[in-house]
């Protein structure tokens, strides 16, 4: 039996064929839309991991016998469905789904890593011997190993992860011309940039030769549009999306779009400045990036290749007295939540900045070992790559000063809202980013600014931060509306 918003899918297929007057292009359309008519929500099957983790199971059980002295093996399992719309229309529909193993071997201190997405049950024990046969041929690597036994996840906490409810292709279009509509209906928006539906389901099965074993899954919603404003030559984009594992948490779709259709009409008009120091004020949506700075510069990777100007500051006070960033795997429902890391181990949220002092550095077993400490459970991996070190769900701690207070007592300063490029040197703490905003005067935002540089070095951007009130959980990485004194602006 069809079901009424299937139903209502076709019929308005055959609604818009038999409006065309050229029969070459009707049935170019009529099977367009009957791809998307097919791309239905996932199937419970999808949710079932026992085919995946029987798999581990069993390519840990054939790299022994092929004669590894222990290994792991990962399977990445992902569903995604996206639409989008540009000007009332669909202009693309996509369905991927597929799963995926990776097949870590050590010989003694050699590793290999195979990936493959043949799941079928005869290839075991040809892939382990390949895997072995790599390693005995690689180089040691001292440091190279599984985790520590007495490290490893033994209970699993609900992060509550998974919503399995997602949305037929029918609905997210709907998602994606409401959101389209409102920012067309925002006044002096121009037309549309697009604006675009997705949700999906991806996971993980983590299996080692030593005990270890776990599974997750996690859902993920995301929607978006971008707005034009102005006309000719005097046209200025910008856009808006809201990205979470729950639809329930999800923005509206109208909020979306409005608020894509403002920020571009706030854009129109911009004004260039002359090169001066002045405080700089980050939005939120662009003050994680400087979390983000900091996140790359403790990675432990950094740390052990000597690649990081932090690589001598752990115990150092970076930041201001009370400036906390933390970093949280367990957070319900956070976008980059998971109950173990790569290797298996239970992680834990961990304070990194304490009262402006850098307490940890982010560390895989591997790097752990060649610093000569001990794991802190953010091991990242692929299936086709050995784990690394990254951070989970990390954010800025809020101040106490609204926005409005924090730069209340700006005589001329400048307001980020869009960074552009990647200037930043992890090597010296150089910081060097194209950005637009809005010019700060007598401490209130005035007119538009664009194609101007912000520079300074992170060490002076960190100990200068000043955090306001307003922190909301809507990326990875999360921070309020930032100040930073004496930052370069170069202008004209």
């Given at each position: 039996m069809i079901d009424a918003a299937l139903q209502s899918m076709i019929d308005e297929v055959l609604r818009r064929v038999r409006k065309m007057s050229l029969p070459a292009l009707a049935v170019l359309l009529f099977l367009r839309h009957l791809k998307a008519i097919v791309m239905r929500a996932p199937s419970s099957s999808l949710l079932d991991q026992t085919a995946l983790s029987e798999l581990a199971e069993r390519l840990i059980a054939a790299a022994r016998r092929a004669g590894a002295d222990a290994a792991d093996a990962v399977a990445v399992r992902s569903m995604s469905l996206s639409i989008e719309v540009r000007d009332g229309a669909v202009e693309e529909s996509e369905r991927a789904e597929g799963d995926d193993v990776g097949l870590r071997v050590l010989v003694g201190k050699r590793q290999a890593v195979v990936s493959t997405n043949d799941l079928?049950?005869?290839?075991?024990?040809?892939?382990?011997?390949?895997?072995?046969?790599?390693?005995?041929?690689?180089?040691?690597?001292?440091?190279?190993?599984?985790?520590?036994?007495?490290?490893?996840?033994?209970?699993?906490?609900?992060?509550?992860?998974?919503?399995?409810?997602?949305p037929t292709v029918a609905q997210l279009e709907r998602m994606a011309r409401d959101a389209e509509q409102a920012g067309l209906g925002v006044r002096g928006v121009a037309k549309s940039g697009g604006a675009s539906a997705s949700a999906g389901i991806g996971g993980m099965v983590l299996a080692t030769s030593h005990g270890f074993h776990g599974a997750y899954l996690g859902s993920r919603h995301s929607l978006s549009m971008t707005a034009i404003a102005g006309q000719g030559t005097g046209m200025e984009r910008d856009y808006d999306f809201s990205s979470t594992l729950?639809?329930?948490?999800?923005?509206?779709?109208?909020?979306?779009?409005?608020?894509?259709?403002?920020?571009?009409?706030?854009?129109?008009?911009?004004?260039?400045?002359?090169?001066?120091?002045?405080?700089?004020?980050?939005?939120?949506?662009?003050?994680?990036?400087?979390?983000?700075?900091?996140?790359?510069?403790?990675?432990?990777?950094?740390?052990?290749?000597?690649?990081?100007?932090?690589?001598?500051?752990?115990?150092?006070?970076?930041?201001?007295?009370?400036?906390?960033?933390?970093?949280?795997?367990?957070?319900?429902?956070?976008?980059?939540?998971r109950p173990f890391d790569a290797e298996g181990v239970a992680g834990k949220p961990l304070a990194l900045i304490d009262d402006g002092v850098l307490q940890s550095w982010l560390l895989d077993c591997a790097t752990a070992r060649e610093l000569g400490l001990a794991t802190t459970g953010h091991a990242q991996r692929g299936v086709s790559s050995t784990p690394s070190p990254g951070a989970t769900n990390l954010h800025l701690a809020a101040g106490s000063m609204t926005p409005e207070a924090l730069i209340a007592d700006i005589a001329a300063g400048f307001y980020v809202s869009d960074l552009i490029g990647s200037g930043v040197n992890g090597v010296t703490g150089d910081y060097s980013r194209g950005a637009a905003g809005f010019w700060i005067e007598n401490g209130k935002r005035s007119y538009a600014v664009s194609e101007v540089t912000i520079a300074g070095h992170l060490l002076e951007i960190f100990r200068t931060l000043t955090p306001a009130n307003d922190l909301e959980f809507r990326y990875g990485t999360n921070a309020p509306t930032v100040r930073v004194e004496g930052l370069t602006v170069a202008g004209q």
């Amino acid at each position: 039996m069809i079901d009424a918003a299937l139903q209502s899918m076709i019929d308005e297929v055959l609604r818009r064929v038999r409006k065309m007057s050229l029969p070459a292009l009707a049935v170019l359309l009529f099977l367009r839309h009957l791809k998307a008519i097919v791309m239905r929500a996932p199937s419970s099957s999808l949710l079932d991991q026992t085919a995946l983790s029987e798999l581990a199971e069993r390519l840990i059980a054939a790299a022994r016998r092929a004669g590894a002295d222990a290994a792991d093996a990962v399977a990445v399992r992902s569903m995604s469905l996206s639409i989008e719309v540009r000007d009332g229309a669909v202009e693309e529909s996509e369905r991927a789904e597929g799963d995926d193993v990776g097949l870590r071997v050590l010989v003694g201190k050699r590793q290999a890593v195979v990936s493959t997405n043949d799941l079928s049950a005869d290839g075991t024990a040809g892939l382990a011997e390949r895997a072995v046969a790599m390693a005995r041929a690689a180089p040691e690597d001292r440091f190279a190993g599984l985790a520590d036994a007495s490290l490893l996840a033994r209970e699993f906490p609900d992060l509550d992860l998974i919503d399995p409810n997602l949305p037929t292709v029918a609905q997210l279009e709907r998602m994606a011309r409401d959101a389209e509509q409102a920012g067309l209906g925002v006044r002096g928006v121009a037309k549309s940039g697009g604006a675009s539906a997705s949700a999906g389901i991806g996971g993980m099965v983590l299996a080692t030769s030593h005990g270890f074993h776990g599974a997750y899954l996690g859902s993920r919603h995301s929607l978006s549009m971008t707005a034009i404003a102005g006309q000719g030559t005097g046209m200025e984009r910008d856009y808006d999306f809201s990205s979470t594992l729950h639809a329930a948490d999800l923005e509206s779709a109208e909020k979306v779009g409005r608020t894509a259709g403002l920020r571009a009409v706030e854009r129109l008009n911009p004004r260039k400045v002359s090169t001066r120091k002045v405080p700089v004020v980050f939005d939120p949506r662009v003050a994680g990036s400087l979390v983000s700075h900091l996140a790359g510069a403790i990675n432990g990777a950094a740390v052990a290749r000597k690649t990081s100007f932090l690589k001598n500051k752990l115990g150092e006070k970076l930041f201001a007295g009370g400036i906390r960033i933390l970093d949280d795997p367990f957070r319900r429902r956070g976008l980059r939540s998971r109950p173990f890391d790569a290797e298996g181990v239970a992680g834990k949220p961990l304070a990194l900045i304490d009262d402006g002092v850098l307490q940890s550095w982010l560390l895989d077993c591997a790097t752990a070992r060649e610093l000569g400490l001990a794991t802190t459970g953010h091991a990242q991996r692929g299936v086709s790559s050995t784990p690394s070190p990254g951070a989970t769900n990390l954010h800025l701690a809020a101040g106490s000063m609204t926005p409005e207070a924090l730069i209340a007592d700006i005589a001329a300063g400048f307001y980020v809202s869009d960074l552009i490029g990647s200037g930043v040197n992890g090597v010296t703490g150089d910081y060097s980013r194209g950005a637009a905003g809005f010019w700060i005067e007598n401490g209130k935002r005035s007119y538009a600014v664009s194609e101007v540089t912000i520079a300074g070095h992170l060490l002076e951007i960190f100990r200068t931060l000043t955090p306001a009130n307003d922190l909301e959980f809507r990326y990875g990485t999360n921070a309020p509306t930032v100040r930073v004194e004496g930052l370069t602006v170069a202008g004209q």
